[in-house]
């Protein structure tokens, strides 16, 4: 069974970091691009970062700024979302959430989500 | 940057069709995805690559896309359908986007 299970979040003040986890099993990492998704209080979904199965490829939304840093660990079947110069605005739950592929192709959807992790930016 | 446009909210009778657009500059020429999303929970992929149905989705969902609008269509409605939609897709280049979400509601 697939799981994605993230950790990390809490409250943090403007301006300051906090790093997101997300330990995965049930596949085999390193054969999948993987991705963050946030999603505000009462707001949709919004894309925050993609990484392929071997790290060589990262993206991330422009409206971050350069503010946040995605990698992974495939040894330790784990991604992570380094997030620095906190803003209010970045208070949301974050999703994990696996790439899916049909015969080594990329589908560019999500088929898998954890349960997602809150982060809360508050003075 | 690319945008896709959907409704705020679709209304729908137990056992009717609801039709839920996203709309977006040559989105026929992409592909576009669909995830249904209830109250405190994880998304769920529900539409693929237009028309594929992931392992476990009800055949009651089905996608269309062509031109510039995508579209999920959920035939026989039913209470447990009622949730957020969104539709997702890849940009060509390097981003993800997601629509704004529909809220279905079943009356």
């Known amino acids: 069974e697939v799981q994605l299970v993230e950790s990390g979040g809490g409250l943090v003040k403007p301006g300051g970091s906090l790093r997101l986890s997300c330990a995965a099993s049930?596949?085999?990492?390193?054969?999948?691009?993987m991705n963050w998704v946030r999603q505000a209080p009462g707001k949709g979904l919004e894309w925050v970062s993609s990484?392929?199965?071997?790290?060589?490829?990262?993206y991330s939304a422009d409206s971050l700024k350069g503010r946040f840093t995605i990698s992974r660990d495939n040894t330790k079947n784990s991604l992570f979302l380094q997030m620095n110069s906190l803003r209010v605005e970045d208070t949301a739950v974050y999703y994990c959430?696996?790439?899916?592929?049909?015969?080594?192709?990329?589908?560019?959807?999500?088929?898998?989500w954890g349960q997602g992790t809150l982060v809360t930016v508050s003075s | 940057s690319y945008e896709l446009t959907q409704s705020t909210s679709v209304s729908v009778s137990p056992g009717q069709t609801a039709s839920i657009t996203c709309s977006g500059d040559?989105?026929?020429?992409?592909?576009a995805s669909w995830y249904q999303q209830k109250p405190g929970q994880s998304p769920v992929l529900v539409i693929y690559?237009?028309?594929k149905r992931p392992s476990g989705i009800p055949e009651r969902f089905s996608g269309s896309n062509s031109g510039n609008t995508a579209t999920l269509t959920i035939s026989g409605t039913q209470a447990m359908d009622e949730a957020d939609y969104y539709c997702?897709?890849?940009?060509?280049?390097?981003?993800?986007?997601f629509g704004s979400g529909t809220k279905v509601t079943v009356l």
């Open positions: 959430a696996r790439e899916g592929i049909a015969v080594a192709a990329n589908l560019h959807c999500f088929d898998y």
């Open positions: 049930g596949f085999t990492l390193n054969t999948y691009s």
């Open positions: 990484i392929s199965s071997s790290s060589s490829y990262i």
């Open positions: 040559k989105l026929g020429k992409k592909y």
């Open positions: 690559q237009d028309t």
């Open positions: 997702q897709a890849w940009d060509g280049t390097t981003r993800y986007v």
